[in-house]
């Protein structure tokens, strides 16, 4: 019997859908928030991933916010480190963070580092760094928790940068091998790394068929499409047999246009004066897009 969580019953879609929305929202603030007390850093991936990881702590996993522990988990594994402030985010929606802790981003005696570190942070289940590390983590924690005899299933969050390491391609191999179907690799395609354009730096695609040439079951989706990340996550339930990857082409700085524009966006700084025009470009952006979505439920006839 799986213990991977399922939608709430009596659910419609729609609603199902506009709460993913809104938790992607409240993430991307939270986000705001702490790249505020610092006044840069890695936002525009913040923003860009919000949707994913929105889908992922509130309609996947099987997890007890209040018990970071609880040893039937799912594991969420977060291999690009400087993606922590994302992270951090998303903890607070789902309340394994105090919101009220997030102020303290970045800063001295912190629990919340500008890198993740898992003897630092609640929900943190590994620390992040160097990239390459996370699948091969995966892999042993799937392992152990199939000679274990538990149901709990490992996601690791992993970047299109990542992929230019070899060992995440030798963690691959061995997930194939062992037939891990209680492994999903999520990968954050935002064509972007420290270095320039990821196609410039080490050209990675046609990425989709590389995970399937090494044996995995690949889905490729927009990751900042919330239908579409749900229809792929409800598809990767019922999958049996081998590992599986999600594919999420995202965009930097999403839902801020100012800052989806900006030209340096791996490390983004944000000038003191900008932050409230990014904080009102966000709620625009998000209203302007639940408008859209009440008039097409009520041009269905969904409207209950």
Same mark, same amino acid.
């Given at each position: $019997?799986?213990?991977?969580? @399922?939608?709430?019953?009596?659910?419609?879609?729609?609603?199902?859908?506009?709460?993913?929305?809104? !938790?992607?929202?409240?993430?991307?603030?939270?986000?705001?928030? $702490?790249?505020? @007390?610092?006044?840069?850093?890695?936002?525009?991936?913040?923003?860009?991933v919000a949707d994913v990881l929105a889908v992922?702590?509130?309609?996947?996993?099987? *997890?007890?916010?209040?018990? %970071?522990?609880? %040893? #039937? /988990?799912?594991? =969420?594994?977060? !291999?690009?480190?400087?993606?922590?402030?994302?992270?951090?985010?998303?903890?607070?929606?789902?309340?394994?963070?105090?919101?009220?802790?997030?102020?303290?981003?970045?800063?001295?005696?912190?629990?919340?580092?500008?890198?993740?570190?898992?003897?630092? @942070?609640?929900? $943190?289940?590994?620390?992040?760094?160097?990239?390459?590390?996370?699948?091969?983590?995966?892999?042993? $924690?799937?392992?152990?928790? /199939?000679?274990?005899g538990r149901d709990a299933r490992v996601y690791?969050?992993? !970047?299109?940068?990542?992929?230019?390491?070899?060992?995440?391609?030798?963690?691959?191999?061995?997930?194939?091998?062992?037939?891990?179907?209680?492994?999903?690799?999520?990968?954050?395609?935002?064509?972007?790394?420290?270095?320039?354009?990821?196609?410039?730096?080490?050209?990675?695609? %046609?990425?989709?068929?590389? &995970?399937?040439? =090494?044996?995995?079951?690949?889905? /490729?989706?927009?990751?900042?499409?919330?239908?579409?990340?749900?229809?792929?996550?409800?598809?990767?339930?019922?999958?049996?047999? !081998?590992?599986?990857?999600?594919?999420?082409?995202?965009?930097?700085?999403?839902?801020? %246009?100012?800052?989806?524009?900006?030209?340096?966006?791996?490390?983004?700084?944000?000038?003191?004066?900008? &932050?409230?025009?990014?904080?009102? #470009?966000?709620?625009?952006?998000?209203?302007?897009?639940?408008?859209?979505?009440?008039? @097409?439920? *009520?041009?269905?006839?969904?409207?209950?």
């Amino acid at each position: $019997m799986t213990t991977q969580a @399922t939608p709430a019953a009596g659910v419609s879609p729609a609603e199902r859908v506009r709460a993913l929305k809104e !938790s992607a929202y409240r993430i991307r603030m939270h986000a705001l928030d $702490m790249g505020e @007390t610092q006044g840069q850093g890695y936002i525009g991936q913040a923003l860009g991933v919000a949707d994913v990881l929105a889908v992922v702590y509130q309609d996947v996993l099987n *997890h007890r916010p209040h018990e %970071p522990e609880w %040893p #039937q /988990r799912d594991r =969420f594994l977060l !291999s690009i480190g400087h993606y922590a402030i994302a992270l951090y985010a998303a903890l607070a929606e789902v309340g394994v963070l105090d919101v009220g802790e997030l102020a303290t981003y970045g800063s001295d005696d912190s629990r919340l580092p500008m890198s993740g570190m898992a003897s630092y @942070t609640p929900g $943190m289940e590994i620390s992040g760094g160097s990239l390459g590390h996370g699948l091969g983590v995966a892999t042993g $924690m799937a392992l152990g928790l /199939r000679h274990q005899g538990r149901d709990a299933r490992v996601y690791n969050l992993l !970047s299109d940068g990542e992929l230019d390491e070899g060992s995440t391609w030798e963690a691959a191999l061995a997930c194939a091998h062992h037939g891990l179907d209680n492994v999903t690799a999520i990968v954050d395609v935002n064509a972007l790394q420290a270095d320039g354009p990821t196609k410039g730096v080490l050209r990675t695609e %046609p990425v989709r068929a590389k &995970w399937e040439a =090494f044996g995995w079951h690949a889905i /490729r989706v927009d990751g900042n499409d919330i239908d579409a990340l749900v229809a792929a996550f409800d598809s990767l339930r019922e999958h049996r047999g !081998s590992p599986a990857v999600l594919i999420c082409d995202t965009r930097i700085g999403c839902g801020v %246009p100012m800052l989806e524009a900006r030209e340096k966006a791996h490390f983004m700084r944000v000038e003191e004066h900008e &932050w409230q025009a990014v904080r009102d #470009q966000l709620t625009e952006r998000h209203r302007a897009g639940a408008d859209l979505d009440r008039a @097409t439920t *009520h041009g269905k006839g969904l409207v209950r």
